[in-house]
């Protein structure tokens, strides 16, 4: 089965103060224009795909390079949509590397597992030694509000740090214990997480204000979210958290991503303005 063939290659250089981006593109996958919100030292982009969701046989492929001491931010204008699907995987799978210095911010909106699909979501991340990156997952398992739940179909998810840290699983819509049980989502229908990550490992100071910035906001999180961080290595900071739909989680990691960009990189927290439109 042949579907949609996306593909996007991003190459952000640094020319004297500025981060610049330069891109390819095959297929509806782009990224709008760039815009520097907060000065000539961090780009942001938006990406952009037309047909805005996937079915069977579709592949989104996103490749991203950033040079030495450069800073960019991505995001999306919506959510990203794996739709029913009679056969074959939808695919969206994103490679990036870092280099020494630079900083890169996987900010997308959520994905939405549509009843019936069979999704692949696939992300890895590859950091120099100083390097460092903030990104996040944001997963909502059917349209609970519009009454159209997830009960068959199913998402893969891989998300990687190279070399230090995975997170993967199967999400089977069938699957009962993992969806309602208390040892599962317990009834959640988004997941999400975030991550901080190094291309070595943090010195304990850090390690341990991520830690402290990010329970700060969990700890008074709403009712009905669940939310959680640790430190599984001494390169990353992983804070995962359940809610019973999309806005609380995001507004969570909305949160501590400001936080964090604060407390750890001592910079203003400046959000993308399609977040605001």
Same mark, same amino acid.
């Given at each position: @089965?042949?579907?949609?063939?996306?593909?996007?290659?991003?190459?952000?250089?640094?020319?004297?103060?500025?981060?610049?981006?330069?891109?390819?593109? +095959?297929?509806?996958?782009?990224?709008?224009?760039?815009?520097?919100? +907060?000065?000539?030292?961090?780009?942001?982009?938006?990406?952009?795909?037309?047909?805005?969701?996937?079915?069977?046989?579709?592949?989104?492929?996103?490749?991203?390079?950033?040079?030495?001491?450069?800073? $960019?931010?991505?995001?999306?204008?919506?959510?990203?949509?794996?739709?029913?699907?009679?056969?074959?995987?939808?695919?969206?799978?994103?490679?990036?590397?870092?280099?020494?210095?630079?900083?890169?911010?996987?900010? =997308?909106?959520?994905?939405?597992?549509?009843?019936?699909?069979?999704?692949?979501?696939?992300?890895?991340?590859?950091?120099?030694?100083?390097?460092?990156?903030?990104?996040?997952?944001?997963?909502?398992?059917?349209?609970?509000? *519009?009454?159209?739940?997830?009960?068959?179909?199913?998402?893969?998810?891989?998300?990687?740090?190279?070399?230090?840290?995975?997170?993967?699983?199967?999400?089977? $819509?069938?699957?009962?214990?993992? @969806?309602?049980?208390?040892?599962?989502?317990?009834?959640?229908?988004?997941? $999400?997480?975030?991550?901080? *990550?190094?291309?070595?490992?943090?010195?304990? +100071?850090?390690?341990?204000?991520?830690?402290?910035?990010?329970?700060?906001?969990? +700890?008074? *999180? =709403?009712?009905?979210?669940? *939310?959680?961080?640790?430190?599984?290595?001494?390169?990353?900071?992983?804070?995962?958290?359940?809610?019973?739909?999309?806005? =609380?989680?995001?507004?969570?990691?909305?949160?501590?991503? $400001?936080?964090?960009?604060?407390? @750890?990189?001592? @910079?203003?927290?400046?959000?993308?303005?399609?977040?605001?439109?």
């Amino acid at each position: @089965m042949t579907g949609w063939q996306a593909h996007l290659k991003l190459d952000y250089t640094r020319a004297a103060e500025r981060t610049v981006a330069k891109f390819e593109h +095959e297929g509806p996958l782009r990224v709008l224009q760039s815009l520097y919100p +907060e000065g000539d030292a961090v780009c942001h982009n938006v990406l952009v795909h037309p047909p805005s969701g996937l079915v069977g046989g579709d592949v989104l492929d996103i490749q991203l390079s950033l040079g030495s001491n450069t800073h $960019a931010l991505l995001t999306t204008p919506g959510a990203t949509r794996f739709y029913r699907s009679e056969q074959g995987l939808a695919t969206q799978q994103v490679k990036a590397h870092v280099g020494d210095g630079a900083r890169l911010e996987w900010l =997308p909106l959520e994905t939405i597992a549509y009843n019936g699909c069979h999704g692949l979501n696939h992300a890895v991340f590859d950091l120099a030694p100083t390097a460092e990156m903030m990104a996040w997952d944001i997963t909502a398992l059917g349209l609970p509000n *519009a009454n159209l739940p997830f009960e068959r179909g199913q998402l893969q998810q891989h998300l990687e740090v190279s070399g230090v840290w995975l997170e993967r699983g199967l999400i089977d $819509a069938q699957d009962a214990r993992l @969806m309602d049980g208390p040892l599962g989502l317990a009834k959640h229908r988004c997941m $999400a997480t975030l991550v901080f *990550a190094c291309g070595a490992d943090l010195p304990r +100071e850090r390690r341990d204000l991520a830690l402290t910035l990010a329970r700060e906001l969990t +700890e008074v *999180a =709403p009712a009905g979210l669940v *939310a959680g961080v640790t430190s599984p290595h001494p390169r990353v900071v992983v804070l995962r958290t359940l809610s019973p739909l999309v806005e =609380p989680a995001q507004n969570l990691l909305r949160g501590v991503w $400001a936080s964090w960009r604060r407390g @750890m990189w001592g @910079m203003s927290d400046v959000p993308p303005r399609i977040w605001s439109m």
